[in-house]
């Protein structure tokens, strides 16, 4: 207790000191430090810190380790919903007010203030400099606007919060004033002085931009920023009790965050140009109440944005009676750290007291960590604007220059100041905003006139009788608005109460629509209508509309014609019109017509087309029906009023269209009408500015009986403009009146008669909300912190190949994005800056999954220059070599160099991750085990129980994705490592034979599941082609072989549900949620089953397993003992971190599948619920969307679902660049790159060995897969498990995405298929057809032939779509003085006996006792050659290098069998000189299985001959002169069947170049047969004679 009174006795001193101290205050105003400033500093902290924590956050309120979606940042927290709502006013002196500021490094920068007051007063501030050229509102220097509707819009401005702190949507499209400044005296501009621009100086020019905001940084709230510079300033101030009451309640109400203002922009009518303004945002309020409401004395405002991305906002206020002197601000980083100013060095007494702007000056600020200096120069005079009326307040507004740590940037400042000075214009008073009742405050009548307080409720009358009951409280002069009564929403019910059968008709029609009942809905609809419509009406309901008219209008009432008007509820609203969707029923005369009209109205509720409208846009099949019964008048002139440009939504042009007669000619297109276009100034002022004559050539009139007519209009009429100019300008002003009565653009109905103005009917201007295309496209798109970031599709484009749903993006991009920052804080010991909802690390762009370079692995550098740990770590997402240097630049100066003891921790860290992986996948199957959703919805009966459960589903998501990354990061350290230790320290240069033998070690790989699918598949053909009737299933179509799987026979049934079972969550971009994985739809897996089978001669196994010993001896660059021993130990973890890679990626996909099944569910629920029209739409929908649309059914998120799905295949046909610099940007269609031969040559990154010829097929997309034939050479951007059907089939691979580990690399070596990833820009060089050749080894698909011949190319004895893929070798003749010297292309590292080209196992150089028995021709080995015969001249040739021998090949046999026979002797004279044929090298095909021994003796000589080689090496070898042979076949022949195709090779026999006599067309048509038996060598080389003489085709063998 003592201390208490204690601490009690200790202030009151502390108060009385304070209280009798003397302040000396500079300028009257600026309280200085006295004696007690310290002591009270300690306390004033304490006091904050104390209060900082008693209160909760106002923003981020995120845990990524919370068991909770919304704490996870799936979905935006309550606090930010709450921080971004409109702020209530209630006090005069309170507003709610946000900025938005940024600029660009081309001169460009914006300023945007809009601040909401009471009494529907809004201050809005906009100043725009493009090219040097300052734009600015046309009515400043003042700011006020009166009559402003609710939110964010103001004038030709709209602002709207689509996500609160993460989208925001910025419009506008009207005028501004070229800015032209002029100064003025002190007496004119008050106490401080003012320059402004005058509102007559500069030139109107129209401005239209439409910008969406993305954040950089989190919110960061302003009261964060009160502890340490807060305290500082209520120290200098007098401690009177009434200053502690104040300060106990003094609150900085607001926050800051730091992003990019990103669309289009158009200046003066020239072409929209693409901006990106960084900068920062504001949202702050005041209640009126507190230390805030005290009269400010001044303001200094500094927002800057550097070239570097770094961005600062720095406030400085002063308020007389209060805190004299308060410096705050934020400062973001280029590390995107962003962090409260701890201390800064202004001083408002020393800057620009008096008014007078500094051109220069400098201010030094502190973060915390590291003291700034920024220095501003200013670029021209500065700007004012007054505030409030009379004005009471000066800003003025200074463009500067500005350099912050040696970084250029651009600043915008703001020097307020109070202003007593005149004011030449007057205040105004708003009018009250028209705004409808809620239904519980009004009674519920059948039937009341418009001018009765309960028709302005909508949901009881509909919207348009509604709008008419407003337009009634109007006090307009000069407007008449017809009388009538409306028949309420309640009085349609009792109509159907009391006739059962009318209302199951109606419900009937709602069951059809949802899809709950079978029914033609065009029928069910036009039933309903005419049941309706027959029906008699409630006598009730006739006997109180009759009274109510009688009323109005007395006894003569049924003389009278009356128009009767459907009025739906949700019609006419602020989303969605209805125009025309509901009967109209002019000229009503009497009690039957006006009857009928009434039936007719209720029963057009029902129309097929109004029905669709709403289901279309999501709304209630069945909402209610109101009618209006209007008085109907006798209108000469009528038409339709926009009181802003429908097309642009120009607030400086109303548009008019008028017409004789009624004006139902003009509202259904009937006629032309006339067109006036009348301008409005800032100020109201109206002026007509064009009009165009229509033909008008009818009119609709009233009749006399009853209802209407069309008429002919008189051609002199119909020449002559049907509205005055007079009458024009009076409607224009009618219309600038209803704008500011109810807020917003309106859409006016109009009639005139006897000069007297009618409006029958005015709704809001829906079409102006629109999203543009741009806007679509952007909207997910992650902010860029600088115009030069360094992005990449290279590894998440094989997952994600093409534009994934909103849905994906707010789901599984999303827990990435959120697993991203826990694998950092787990590895750096760091928690990200950022919220995940800014995509920092996986950016998204035109809907595309991407990954930022400078923010994942190169801001970890641990050397100042490249080493090879770098290099490694591109190779993993890249796979191969990128030039990063500018990104590695850009990363170290943002980020610097890893300290040691960062360096040590992300080793331990690894190292951690590393040892606990096995506990990654155990956890991960565990979770995969417990994990349970609804995916049927039985426990979920509402759309609305089931998206709950489903979000509360999320958290599962995220740890088992979290467990997939980790395993992958794991796997991915230790293929670095394996590169490393491959490297021997950068011994080894990082090149082809590096790619090759990293391939090779990788290729040894196997246990991947995603390899498990093609060999069940695999295993499923054979089962299949088994069968006796095979030739049924391969004829079918596929749902007819659909049916012949699950029916014909039982074991196939079985095998084949087994599999779906097993693999059938799988699918082709199958970790979007739009992608249908083979469960749902297993027709494309049915056709690759049918492509299989009638290619069965390709069904078998894949290749085995390679130990380590076996692949070490195959690598191609030298390594040391130790290397070799640490590759040995790392390759089983390599080998181990790939399965248990696949391991949980398949348990990842089956988790999205589950959710996939989840979400169509809950599509499916809100069709029957009338919510969607289509189930697919589910996917376009962003989490936050689909509770908006749960809660609201608003018609403006159905329509945007709508326009994305429409815009997703355009999308998907964009490119990128493998590594995009700067702005993301599609590519253009590049020229494919020819070599010095002219073939067309790309290349890429080997992943898996072999060369092999065949023909192109270039698949853009799943479905042109469908067209693969057998050994046809994929070409396609990416692959996933989606394509893995298709590899049994194929004969290479290569793709435009992908590394060494990736999805179409694992597979392709499973296969042993040669495979080159990392071709950028083949899918537009080649095109399907096309014959190339595939180097595995070198990197490289070449065409030698186009898809379409050549009309003079010779007759061909075999098609392309038949041509083997190996023919024999045929030599070119040569003129030789004497007998032509054989050559023989061997590697110049062989210096006697030809040795094999590449590696042959000893397992593979068996071979089974069953191949000796084929006879083989036989041929003497020739004998080296002394003489380097002389060099023949280069010729362009496919093959212009030859592969390195290798190292570890094993010795040749000594005699090595060749098919050589003798050449005649007419063949050893000296031939005659012949030309050579430029004919490319073909291949030989397989032989068949029977070729006889009689075949085989003597080839047949090939037409064609090949050209000379490239380069001539020298011969090993010398053919005697008594035994010239002939062209022999090739040895190296690969068969398309082979699991690793073997490359072409000319070492194990020579050529000579003796002549061939011209011999006969041999036609060949030769079909492989399967021998799965035989252990297939991954070489060229063939291993025995048998297999030698197995290459060669049956009629040779002959």
């Keep these: 207790m003592w201390l208490i009174w204690t601490a009690l006795l200790a202030l009151a001193v502390l108060v009385a000191l304070g209280y009798l101290e003397k302040k000396y205050k500079r300028c009257g105003v600026y309280t200085q430090p006295g004696i007690c400033y310290n002591l009270k500093r300690l306390l004033a902290r304490a006091h904050f810190q104390f209060v900082r924590l008693r209160r909760s956050p106002r923003v981020n309120n995120y845990n990524l380790y919370a068991d909770d979606y919304v704490k996870q940042s799936f979905v935006p927290s309550p606090e930010d919903e709450d921080a971004e709502s409109l702020r209530p006013l209630a006090e005069p002196e309170s507003h709610d007010g946000i900025t938005f500021f940024g600029s660009d490094c081309e001169g460009r920068q914006l300023l945007i203030r809009l601040v909401r007051r009471t009494g529907r007063e809004t201050e809005l501030l906009l100043l725009l400099q493009v090219n040097g050229q300052l734009y600015q509102l046309p009515g400043m220097p003042d700011t006020t606007i009166y009559n402003t509707g609710s939110g964010w819009r103001a004038g030709a401005l709209a602002i709207e919060c689509v996500l609160p702190m993460r989208l925001w949507r910025i419009s506008y499209r009207g005028q501004l004033r070229r800015c032209v400044t002029s100064q003025e005296g002190p007496e004119e501009a008050g106490d401080a002085g003012a320059t402004y621009a005058s509102p007559s100086a500069g030139e109107l020019v129209p401005v239209q931009f439409s910008l969406l905001w993305q954040p950089l940084s989190a919110p960061c709230d302003l009261r964060e920023c009160e502890t340490d510079l807060m305290a500082r300033a209520v120290a200098c101030e007098l401690w009177t ?19 990019c203002m990103r669309g289009q922009l158009t200046v003066a009518g020239g072409a929209p140009e693409e901006v ?157 905003l028209l705004v409808g009742s809620e239904l519980s405050a009004v009674e519920p009548r059948r039937v009341v006139s418009l001018a009765d307080p309960a028709c302005r409720c909508e949901a009881l009358v509909g919207g348009k009788a509604c709008s008419l009951a407003l337009l009634t409280e109007l006090d307009l002069a000069e407007v008449v608005v017809p009388r009538g009564a409306v028949v309420t929403a309640e009085g349609y019910r009792h109509q159907l109460q009391h006739q059962p059968e009318l209302r ?15 029914g033609d809905l065009s029928q069910v609809c036009d039933s309903t209508v005419q049941e309706i419509q027959n029906a008699p009406v409630s006598q009730q309901i006739i006997e109180e509309l009759e009274a109510l008219l009688e009323e109005q209008f007395g006894k003569t009432w049924p003389e009278m014609r009356f128009a009767v008007r459907s009025s739906a509820l949700g019609e006419d609203g602020e989303e969605l019109s209805s125009a025309g969707q509901n009967a109209t029923v002019l000229g009503c005369r009497g009690r039957d017509q006006l009857r009928a009209g009434l039936a007719q109205c209720w029963g057009s509720l029902f129309a097929p087309h109004s029905v669709q409208y709403r289901r279309q846009h999501g709304q209630h099949i069945h909402p209610g029906m109101a009618v209006v019964v209007q008085q109907m008048v006798a209108s000469e002139v009528s038409g339709v009023m926009f009181t802003r440009d429908p097309v642009t939504g120009d607030p400086s042009q109303i548009s008019i269209t008028a017409s004789y007669g009624l004006g139902e000619s003009v509202v259904s297109a009937k006629v032309d009408p006339d067109t006036i276009t009348v301008s409005r100034s800032h100020t109201d002022e109206l002026a007509v500015s064009s009009r165009h004559l229509g033909t008008k050539q009818i009119q609709t009139v009233m009749t006399a009986a009853g ?51 009618f409006l029958l009917q005015s709704r809001p201007v829906t079409s102006l909300a629109g999203w543009s295309e741009p806007e679509l496209t952007h909207e997910n798109d992650a902010a860029l912190l600088t115009d030069h970031e360094c992005i990449t599709g290279a590894n998440t484009g094989e997952v994600l190949p093409n534009a994934i749903s909103p849905l994906s993006m707010d789901t599984i991009a999303r827990g990435m994005e959120i697993v991203s920052d826990t694998l950092r804080a787990f590895l750096m010991g760091v928690e990200n800056p950022c919220p995940p909802y800014t995509g920092q690390y996986f950016p998204i762009t035109h809907f595309r999954y991407m990954i930022d370079v400078t923010r994942t ?5 641990q050397s100042w220059e490249e080493d090879d740990v770098e290099r490694a770590s591109a190779m993993t997402i890249f796979g191969h070599l990128v030039d990063l240097k500018e990104a590695r630049a850009t990363a170290i100066r943002r980020y ?30 565990e979770q995969f085990g417990r994990f349970r959703i609804d995916t049927d919805g039985q426990r979920s009966r509402t759309a609305q129980q089931l998206f709950r459960h489903i979000c509360g589903q999320l958290p599962q998501l995220k740890q088992i994705t979290e467990d997939h990354v980790f395993c992958t990061t794991t796997g991915n350290m230790l293929q670095i490592a394996l590169l490393v230790t491959l490297s021997e320290n950068g011994q080894n240069a990082w090149n082809q034979d590096m790619f090759s033998s990293f391939a090779v070690l990788l290729s040894s790989c196997s246990g991947a599941e995603s390899a498990e699918v093609p060999s069940s598949l695999k295993r499923l053909s054979r089962l299949i082609a088994a069968t006796e009737d095979a030739d049924e299933f391969v004829s079918a179509s596929p749902e007819e072989a659909l049916v012949w799987l699950k029916t014909k026979h039982t074991v196939v049934a079985v095998t084949f549900k087994d599999f779906l079972a097993t693999h059938g969550h799988r699918a082709v971009a199958e970790m979007d949620m739009l992608s249908t994985p083979w469960e749902l739809d297993p027709r494309p897996l049915v056709a690759t089953l049918q492509t299989m089978v009638k290619n069965a001669d390709s069904l078998e196994d894949s290749k085995a397993e390679v130990d380590v010993t076996q692949a070490l001896d195959q690598l191609k660059v030298t390594v040391s003992s130790r290397s070799r021993k640490g590759l040995a130990f790392l390759l089983p973890y390599v080998r181990q971190g790939v399965v248990r890679r696949e391991c949980t990626k398949s348990l990842l996909v089956r988790v999205h599948h589950q959710f996939r099944l989840a979400f169509r569910r809950l599509g499916q629920l809100m069709v029957h619920e009338g919510r969607l029209p289509d189930a697919e739409l589910v996917h376009f929908l962003t989490l936050r969307e689909l509770q908006n649309l749960l809660d609201t059914r608003s018609p403006a998120i159905v329509i945007k679902a709508s326009r994305r799905r429409r815009l997703l295949p355009k999308l998907n046909q964009l490119k990128f660049a493998e590594v995009i610099r700067g702005i993301p940007r599609p590519l253009p269609v590049q020229e494919p790159v020819r070599s010095a031969d002219g073939l067309v040559v790309v290349r890429g990154t080997p992943v898996c060995q072999g060369r092999v010829q065949g023909t192109a097929r270039v698949a853009r997309c799943i479905a042109d897969a469908a067209q693969i034939q057998r050994d046809d050479i994929l070409i396609t951007h990416a692959t996933d498990i989606g394509w893995s059907p298709y590899f049994p089939v194929l004969g290479g691979v290569v793709t435009e995405l992908g590394g060494l580990i990736s999805h179409g690399a694992v ?59 190996y023919e024999p070798e ?134 064609e001959t090949p050209k000379p080689q490239a380069e001539t090496l020298k011969p090993q070898v010398q053919t005697p002169k008594s035994q010239a042979t002939t062209p022999q076949l090739q040895a190296g022949t690969h068969k398309p069947h082979v699991d690793t195709p073997r490359p072409q090779t000319e070492t194990s026999r020579p050529q000579t170049d003796t002549p061939t006599p011209q011999p006969r067309t041999l036609k060949l048509d030769v079909k492989p047969e399967p021998q799965s038996q035989i252990a297939k060598p991954q070489t060229g080389v063939p291993n025995s004679r048998a297999e030698a003489t197995e290459d060669m085709p049956k009629q040779l063998r002959e």
């Design 504 to 518: 199951r008709a109606a419900e009937r029609v709602v069951r059809v629509s949802a899809g709950l009942e079978e």
């Design 896 to 925: 610097g160099v890893l300290s040691r003891y960062s360096s040590i921790h992300q080793q331990v860290s690894a190292a951690r991750l590393a040892w606990g992986c096995s506990g990654l996948v155990k956890r991960a199957q």
């Design 1307 to 1365: 597979v392709a070596r499973e296969y042993g298929l040669p495979c080159v990833v990392g071709a950028t820009g083949a899918t537009d060089a080649f095109q399907s057809g096309d014959t190339v050749i595939l180097d595995g080894a070198l990197g490289t698909i070449t065409r030698i032939a186009s898809a379409q011949p050549e009309s003079e190319d010779s007759e061909k004895t075999e098609t392309q779509a038949d041509a083997p893929r």
């Design 241 to 259: 009790p009434e200053f502690l009451s104040l300060m106990g309640s003094f609150s900085l109400d607001g926050y800051a965050q730091f992003g």
């Design 857 to 861: 692995f190169m801001s970890s550098v």
């Design 276 to 432: 990106f303004l960084r900068g920062p945002r504001q949202h702050r309020w005041s209640d009126g109440e507190g230390p805030q409401a005290a009269p400010r004395h001044r303001s200094l405002r500094l927002q800057a944005r550097m070239a570097d991305g770094s961005q600062l906002l720095l406030a400085a206020d002063s308020w007389r009676g209060g805190i004299s002197h308060l410096v705050y601000g934020v400062y973001m980083g280029a590390n995107l750290h962003m962090s409260p100013i701890k201390s800064c060095n202004i001083s408002l007494p020393d800057l620009a007291e008096e008014g007078d702007i500094p051109s220069i000056f400098n201010v030094i600020f502190s973060d915390g960590k590291k003291e700034h200096a920024i220095a501003c120069i200013a670029t021209g005079s500065p700007i004012s604007s007054f505030s409030e009326r009379p004005w009471r307040w000066i800003n003025k507004l200074q463009v500067a220059d500005t350099c912050l740590d040696g970084v250029q940037g651009t600043a915008i400042l703001e020097f307020g100041y109070r202003y007593s000075g005149p004011c030449p214009l007057r205040p105004e008073i708003s009018l009250p």
């Design 1370 to 1503: 045929k030599p070119t003749p040569k003129p030789q003085a004497e007998t032509p010297k054989p050559q023989v292309e061997t590697p110049k590292a062989q210096d006697k006996t030809p040795k094999p080209q590449a590696e042959t196992s000893k397992a593979e150089a068996k071979t089974p006792e069953s191949e000796p028995k084929t006879p083989k021709p036989q041929t003497e080995t020739p004998k080296p050659r002394a003489e380097t015969p002389k060099p023949q001249p280069a010729t362009p040739k496919l093959q212009a290098e030859t592969p390195k021998p290798e190292a570890n090949t094993p010795e040749p046999e000594a005699k090595t069998p060749k098919p050589q026979t003798e050449t005649p002797k007419s063949q050893a004279e000296t031939p005659k000189p012949q030309p050579a044929t430029p004919k490319l090298q073909a291949e030989t095909p397989k032989p068949d299985a029977n070729t006889s021994v009689s075949e085989a003796k003597t080839p047949k000589p090939q037409t």
């Design 707 to 757: 209802g209407t007519a069309e008429v002919p209009i008189d051609s002199s009429a119909a020449a002559a403009g049907c509205l005055s100019d007079s009458a024009a300008l009076r409607l224009a002003r009618i219309g600038v009146q209803l704008e500011s009565a109810f807020g917003g653009p309106r859409d006016v109905e109009w009639a005139i008669s006897k000069d007297q103005i």
